[in-house]
């Protein structure tokens, strides 16, 4: 099994900056590719930010030029660095981690699995 685990989130005023962080573990061997979603109050959950293992990333058009998503492969770790925050940011961040193969038998076979955190609080509010 693999779990993810965010943190990072809280309250920041309008224009500020916060970095969430998210660590995926269990018995992993390959994970294609890590991003953020995030869901507002009343809202579908929302693509953020996503990169790939071959350093492709995707950015919702709300938050590009302000949001930077890292990843470091070694360590199964994905960030995700908000600046000049806007109260339309406020919601649920939740990291996910898609085409997951715990070994690389599984990996061979095609065998993958995506996987949700639990969630972190970002509420941008003066």
């Known amino acids: 099994q693999v779990q993810l685990v965010e943190s990072g989130g809280g309250l920041v005023p309008p224009g500020g900056s916060l970095r969430l962080s998210c660590a995926a573990s269990g018995t992993i061997f390959s994970i294609h590719t890590m991003g953020w979603f995030r869901q507002a109050p009343g809202e579908q959950r929302e693509l953020v930010a996503k990169l790939t293992i071959a350093g492709v990333t995707d950015y919702a058009d709300s938050v590009k030029d302000r949001f930077t998503i890292s990843r470091d492969r070694d360590s199964n770790m994905v960030y995700l660095q908000m600046n000049n925050l806007k109260p339309e940011d406020t919601g649920v961040y939740y990291c996910?981690?898609?085409?997951?193969?715990?070994?690389?038998?599984?990996?061979?076979?095609?065998?993958?699995?995506?996987?949700w955190g639990q969630g972190t609080q970002v509420t941008v509010s003066s």
């Open positions: 996910r981690a898609e085409h997951v193969s715990t070994t690389r038998l599984a990996y061979s076979r095609g065998e993958e699995t995506d996987y």
